[in-house]
């Protein structure tokens, strides 16, 4: 392995060790309380985002940001947007999520919508920042297909093409046909149904609308894997020929190498949405990247356990990066309470 592929020091609890159980868990607590303001920024193309911007925000203008991005279908009601937008409040950054296309609380306006690796909207938002915030340190993060896409954005830019002092991708499937096999085997296709169900749900609004007259419902309802729906669906919709097409170009592992912007990688070995052997598949990466893959985590999990309550190590990983990158000490005592803070 590179130098730059290291384990993690996340260490699962004895009971919360398999694979599903640390994927399943973080869904099975209730979620955090937080404040938003909704903003509706409009894209070039007549489309919208919501941007979700945590209450109360800070009062200085120079307060670093933090944007994330979330995964397939999630939104800011997702548990692990909750904690690491909560995470950073704390931490004094101005906090916000950018839904992607039709994700938000309205449906956004045109037939497509967004996809792995579709990077135009979150360059965009972040040009916005840019603009808007000039002295505030800005850091992105994505969680899953957040995490990809901003992978993938940064290799396109390069150093000096974003306002980002870093990125960090959570779980990111950086090998889309991987993910998509992967996810077709044993229990895991308990999360494509799932995940493909709503999916599915928004196209047939869409249908209902004329957005999309070329499908019929029995057409969509046969559709029963990520490969067969990127196909009839995903592909179509953005400009790609085949389900092949979109995960070959879609996919940001194979621009690893190409990293100029710190980025921070966390993966878990034994996540059920990749196989176990991806970053093995992939090219090295870059020296701007560092990636650290745990032994035990799921997808999006990372469940541990403090004095019998359980809280997610992905809030302490990132609010100490959060530390590094904007230069804000924090205390070993803060990082245990945001630890535990969404338990």
């Given at each position: 392995?590179?130098?730059?592929?290291v384990p993690a020091d996340f260490v699962a609890a004895p009971g919360l060790r398999n694979?599903?159980?640390?994927?399943?868990?973080?869904?099975?607590?209730?979620?955090?309380?937080?404040?938003?303001d909704t903003e509706i920024v409009d894209l070039p193309d007549g489309d919208f985002v919501?941007?979700?911007?945590?209450?109360?925000?800070?009062?200085?203008?120079?307060?670093?940001?933090?944007?994330?991005?979330?995964?397939?279908?999630?939104?800011?009601?997702?548990?692990?947007?909750?904690?690491?937008?909560?995470?950073?409040?704390?931490?004094?950054?101005?906090?916000?999520?950018?839904?992607?296309?039709?994700?938000?609380?309205?449906?956004?306006?045109?037939?497509?919508?967004?996809?792995?690796?579709?990077?135009?909207?979150?360059?965009?938002?972040?040009?916005?920042?840019?603009?808007?915030?000039?002295?505030?340190?800005?850091?992105?993060?994505?969680?899953?297909?957040?995490?990809?896409?901003?992978?993938?954005?940064?290799?396109?830019?390069?150093?000096?093409?974003?306002?980002?002092?870093?990125?960090?991708?959570?779980?990111?499937?950086?090998?889309?046909?991987?993910?998509?096999?992967?996810?077709?085997?044993?229990?895991?296709?308990?999360?494509?149904?799932?995940?493909?169900?709503?999916?599915?749900?928004?196209?047939?609004?869409?249908?209902?609308?004329?957005?999309?007259?070329?499908?019929?419902?029995?057409?969509?309802?046969?559709?029963?894997?990520?490969?067969?729906?990127?196909?009839?669906?995903?592909?179509?919709?953005?400009?790609?020929?085949?389900?092949?097409?979109?995960?070959?170009?879609?996919?940001?592992?194979?621009?690893?190498?190409?990293?100029?912007?710190?980025?921070?990688?966390?993966?878990?070995?034994?996540?059920?949405?990749?196989?176990?052997?991806?970053?093995?598949?992939?090219?090295?990466?870059?020296?701007?990247?560092?990636?650290?893959?745990?032994?035990?985590?799921?997808?999006?999990?990372?469940?541990?356990?403090?004095?019998?309550?359980?809280?997610?190590?992905?809030?302490?990983?990132?609010?100490?990066?959060?530390?590094?990158?904007?230069?804000?000490?924090?205390?070993?005592?803060?990082?245990?309470?945001?630890?535990?803070?969404?338990?």
């Amino acid at each position: 392995m590179p130098r730059n592929i290291v384990p993690a020091d996340f260490v699962a609890a004895p009971g919360l060790r398999n694979r599903h159980v640390q994927t399943l868990l973080p869904r099975c607590r209730p979620l955090m309380r937080l404040e938003r303001d909704t903003e509706i920024v409009d894209l070039p193309d007549g489309d919208f985002v919501e941007l979700a911007w945590v209450q109360p925000a800070p009062a200085r203008p120079d307060a670093p940001i933090f944007l994330l991005f979330h995964g397939l279908e999630g939104s800011f009601d997702s548990p692990y947007a909750r904690d690491l937008l909560a995470t950073a409040s704390r931490l004094g950054h101005r906090a916000v999520m950018m839904h992607f296309r039709g994700c938000g609380q309205a449906p956004n306006r045109l037939a497509r919508a967004y996809h792995s690796g579709d990077t135009a909207d979150a360059y965009w938002v972040i040009g916005q920042l840019a603009k808007r915030y000039p002295q505030a340190v800005k850091i992105a993060a994505g969680v899953s297909l957040g995490g990809n896409m901003l992978v993938k954005l940064v290799a396109e830019q390069g150093g000096d093409g974003l306002d980002l002092a870093g990125a960090i991708a959570i779980s990111a499937p950086l090998d889309l046909a991987a993910s998509a096999d992967a996810l077709n085997r044993g229990f895991s296709r308990i999360y494509q149904r799932h995940l493909l169900d709503a999916l599915k749900r928004k196209v047939t609004l869409k249908m209902a609308t004329g957005l999309l007259p070329s499908m019929t419902a029995a057409q969509l309802r046969q559709l029963d894997t990520f490969w067969a729906y990127d196909n009839e669906v995903t592909a179509p919709l953005h400009g790609f020929s085949s389900a092949s097409d979109y995960y070959r170009r879609a996919s940001a592992g194979r621009l690893l190498g190409d990293v100029e912007l710190p980025l921070l990688v966390l993966h878990a070995a034994d996540d059920p949405f990749m196989p176990p052997d991806l970053f093995e598949r992939l090219p090295s990466p870059s020296d701007a990247v560092r990636v650290e893959i745990a032994r035990h985590g799921g997808h999006v999990g990372f469940v541990e356990t403090h004095r019998w309550r359980m809280g997610t190590w992905l809030t302490r990983r990132v609010a100490r990066q959060l530390s590094v990158w904007a230069g804000v000490p924090q205390s070993t005592a803060d990082a245990e309470s945001i630890s535990r803070s969404g338990s």
